[in-house]
Every structure is written in structure tokens, then in C-alpha cells.
């Protein structure tokens, strides 16, 4: 499954190495960040409002 939002493709190129980085050295990307964002699938429940578990996961793990 993806996401089709406009314009991302061109703002990651153009962002990228910059100000924005990926990484998969988890503890290496932690200490070097300001600021980071979880972005992982956050299914929604049947009344809207998003499912937050696995977000927190992802939390913990970086908490470790």
C-alpha cells in the first residue's frame, strides 16, 4: 500500500542531505537529530480517529 501526496517526490529530492536524512543506524540517526518523525501506518478505526499502538511501538523502541 502508498501514499500519493503531490509535490512529495520533489521536495524530498530537493531536501534530502540537507536538512532531511534517512537513515537505518537507529542510535546513530537518535543522536544526531533535532527532531524526528515517526512515519509508520497508522490504520483508522472504524469511527475515524487513528489507531495510536502502533505509533507507540515505534516510541518505545526509540526510548530504548
Request: charged residues 15%; hydrophobic residues 45%; proline residues 3%.
Amino acid at each position: 500500500m502508498w501514499c500519493l501526496q503531490p509535490g512529495l517526490d520533489e521536495l524530498v529530492k530537493a531536501c534530502r542531505d540537507k536538512n532531511l536524512f534517512f537513515s537505518t543506524n537507529i542510535t546513530q540517526a537518535i543522536h544526531d537529530a533535532q527532531l524526528i518523525f515517526i512515519c509508520v501506518n497508522t490504520p483508522t478505526k472504524t469511527y475515524g480517529l487513528g489507531k495510536v499502538s502502533i505509533v507507540l511501538m515505534n516510541v518505545g523502541v526509540l526510548s530504548v
